[in-house]
């Protein structure tokens, strides 16, 4: 897009709001890796037996828990797998972070948030087995708090941003009619 920044930086110089728009820098955006690593983990088809599993360390949850929109302080999500990585027997993160009794003991002052996340990836992972990839994703984006976030950083760019990734996924839907969230 080399060739629109001299466009943009007339535009700019004129006082209209303008903004490049380039599939490199939707990706490149830490908010748009966090939706699609949040996509990544609710679309799997193995999500019960991987993320819920004693004794798997879910590293997809522990990232998609890092996530702005989680709205999780970082020191609950490393409480958190401190916990889950001393818990005897071994329980899944996923249990773990339903266990308000579990969470208490563990320190974590985020419980709320915390069980709310996980009811929130068992019914955004539900979602995606029961929609096509447009409405699942649309559905995500609400459901998992994405879009609340999104609007909540009142920036014209993420807005922009993540319409262009929703422009993403419709082309790849037109290029290919069974496409799901998995792809």
Not at 37 to 57: D, H, I, Q, W
Not at 96 to 108: K, V
Request: overall charge negative; charged content about 25%; aromatic content about 10%.
């Amino acid at each position: 897009n080399w060739e629109g920044q001299g466009i943009e930086s007339e535009l700019t110089r004129a006082g209209i709001p303008s903004y490049i728009e380039s599939n490199r820098n939707i990706f490149e955006d830490k908010s748009v890796v966090d939706f699609l690593n949040y996509l990544k983990t609710v679309s799997r088809t193995e999500l019960s037996r991987m993320a819920f599993a004693p004794g798997v360390v879910d590293e997809e949850i522990i990232h998609a828990l890092f996530s702005a929109f989680s709205g999780i302080p970082a020191i609950d999500v490393y409480k958190l797998a401190d916990l889950h990585a001393s818990t005897r027997p071994r329980a899944s993160l996923f249990s773990i972070m339903t266990d308000r009794l579990r969470l208490e003991q563990g320190g974590i002052s985020s419980i709320e948030s915390i069980c709310k996340f996980a009811e929130s990836l068992a019914d955004c992972a539900a979602t995606v087995r029961q929609k096509n990839a447009p409405q699942a994703f649309e559905a995500v984006a609400r459901e998992s708090g994405f879009l609340n976030y999104i609007v909540s950083l009142n920036s014209r760019k993420a807005i922009l941003k993540f319409n262009a990734l929703f422009n993403e996924l419709k082309s790849s839907v037109q290029s290919k009619a069974d496409y799901t969230l998995s792809d």
